[in-house]
């Protein structure tokens, strides 16, 4: 599989502000979550991918090109940006038709392609309305649309799950998960993790300008070594499972709640212990309710590699 995006070396800064320092990195099709806090580079990136801007050092490639001012990478690429720039006085149909004539299409494609856009992030019913009088959400999900109607082979979203509705942002997150099905790749950013969680596995993160790690959140967690995994047990006598598997190999501690109804467990050997379990479970007969690994998930990871 040939990658979307290629950086090698890539630096951006504004004057004395560094925005980006030597990332490297290769992107594969499929749907990529960038990750970071709030000014950890992920816009400036993505507007190095978008071709927005030229980079201040290195070289970036996306889809085999140079992205920078290039109208065939503007063809195959869509980009919603972070920042609101509709247009009040026009309706959301009028605005995304108006961007496809700039791009070259004629009047009656164009028009046609804004419909089937706007359709698809939900808003048939207020195409027909000025953006003015859209909600946050509106306006987010017209970007959105803007961004798939020229039919891209490559979707750039920077935190386009911002300001919409539970209902809304389930619905942006099914139409990703199908453009993906379609053979479309996807980039998007957020810094709200249990949104990516939502999208994908697959993952870059930013920190002060650079890439802490890439790749799917499980193997990323595998690879920090030095941060125990925990379990969490509810348990009908958590002092006694805790006898039981206080001596398992790789357990470094375990914390019972006061009520004594909870056991949390550190281990070293997270698939060791969960294999050995059942066993030392069944002889304890602690009655063990549920299980949960909470710091499996990306936020967990995300904490460690920032602290």
């Known amino acids: 599989m040939s990658a979307v995006v290629t950086a090698r070396d890539l630096s951006r800064w504004y004057g004395p502000v560094v925005g980006l320092v030597d990332v490297s990195l290769t992107l594969e099709s499929g749907i990529i979550g960038l990750l970071g806090p709030n000014g950890a580079g992920k816009s400036t990136l993505l507007k190095l991918v978008a071709g927005e801007i030229r980079p201040s050092r290195g070289a970036i490639e996306v889809l085999g090109r140079d992205p920078f001012a290039n109208r065939a990478h503007f063809a195959d690429t869509g980009f919603c940006p972070q920042q609101d720039a509709l247009y009040g006085d026009m309706t959301g149909l009028a605005f995304v038709t108006f961007l496809l004539r700039l791009s070259g299409y004629s009047a009656r494609d164009a028009r046609e392609r804004a419909g089937r856009a706007l359709e698809r992030v939900g808003l048939s019913d207020a195409m027909d309305r ?23 082979k490559f979707l750039i979203a920077d935190e386009p799950l911002a300001g919409l509705d539970p209902v809304a942002r389930r619905g942006i997150v099914e139409l990703f998960r199908e453009l993906q099905r379609e053979g479309l790749a996807l980039l998007v950013s957020s810094h709200v993790l249990h949104e990516i969680e939502e999208l994908t596995r697959e993952v870059v993160l930013l920190h002060r300008g650079r890439v802490l790690a ?29 006898r039981a ?8 501690g375990v914390r019972i709640s006061a009520d004594g109804t909870e056991l949390g467990v550190e281990t070293s050997d997270l698939d060791g212990f969960l294999g050995a379990l059942p066993a030392i479970a069944a002889s304890a007969r602690a009655g063990i309710q549920s299980l949960d690994t909470p710091d499996a998930g990306l936020e967990a990871v995300f904490d460690y590699l920032v602290g």
Not at 215 to 236: N, T, W
Not at 245 to 252: D, F, L, T
């Open 130 to 152: 000025r953006t003015r009088e859209y909600s946050r959400g509106m306006r987010q999900r017209t970007k959105i649309a803007q961004a798939i109607a020229h039919g891209p």
């Open 214 to 242: 890439q790749g799917d959140v499980q193997g990323i967690r595998a690879l920090l070594s030095s941060h125990p995994r925990k379990v969490e047990f509810r348990v009908r006598d958590a002092r006694r499972l805790a």
């Open 245 to 252: 598997v206080v001596e398992m190999p790789g357990v470094r």
